[in-house]
């Protein structure tokens, strides 16, 4: 369970971020606290992503005030921000195709104690497992997808970043991913979850913020959905 009345593990002010000349956030503020699971919810194109791109340092340039377990991370270069406690769940999923599945999984370094072991990772993930001498290419999406899970949770990474973990795959393997999420709820670890299926964030979810045009336009615990359904249907369609 989360713990709202200490301090936010990760802390973001007045975030601004650019691709070239082009300005993609203006302003997002937001906390999450250790052992949640907080879901950004947007339309295609709001910032979403974007977010997740800027707490990384991969824009083209970003301002404001980024604050992981204490640390500023405003001042790490980009090749250090992984080290500092970031784990990064891509939407394209980043498998590396010539790999095996088990070279895939012992590729990131570990960053800090607390790491799954492989043994535990088999156990969550029986699928990759029974696939771990396969190449990447042999894998369907949801094995991928997966993959690129499990690749973070071996790492000690204290505050896992996902985007659109479920785009594209069909309905029994966004069920399972799910699943996947309650039980890393459990072992206490930090979720960010970008994702356009509102159905399956609500089942996730222990809070939610909505973006649009670059801002977060409302946040709200997921006790209160039935007072926010309108405003929803208005900003998601949901």
């Given amino acids: 369970m989360s713990d709202q009345n200490g301090q936010p593990l990760l802390r973001v002010r007045g975030l601004e971020a650019w691709y070239g000349e082009s300005q993609a956030l203006h302003g997002v503020d937001f906390d999450i606290y250790p052992g949640e699971t907080v879901s950004f919810l947007g339309r295609n194109g709001v910032g979403k992503t974007t977010t997740l791109r800027a707490l990384l340092g991969i824009t083209s340039a970003r301002k404001g ?31 590396f195709a010539t790999l095996t599945v088990e070279e895939n999984l012992m590729l990131p370094p570990v960053v800090a104690e607390g790491g799954m072991p492989i043994s535990e990772i088999y156990a969550l993930f029986p699928n990759l497992e029974e696939r771990r001498t396969s190449q990447g290419t ?38 399972r991913i799910g699943e996947i999420l309650l039980d890393l709820k459990k072992r206490g670890l930090t979720v960010l979850l970008v994702e356009q299926n509102f159905r399956f964030a609500a089942k996730v979810a222990d809070r939610f913020y909505v973006m649009d045009h670059g801002q977060i336009v409302e946040g709200f615990a997921t006790s209160e959905l039935p007072a926010h359904r309108a405003r929803l249907n208005e900003l998601l369609g949901v």
């Fill in 65 to 95: 005030q980024i604050t992981l377990n204490g640390r500023d991370m405003m001042k790490v270069p980009r090749h250090r921000v992984a080290a500092c406690g970031f784990g990064y769940v891509p939407e394209e999923r980043g498998i």
């Fill in 138 to 175: 042999k894998l369907s999406g949801g094995e991928q997808q997966m993959l690129a899970i499990a690749r973070v949770l071996r790492t000690g990474a204290r505050m896992i970043l996902m985007d659109e973990p479920t785009e594209g795959l069909a309905p029994v393997i966004v069920q």
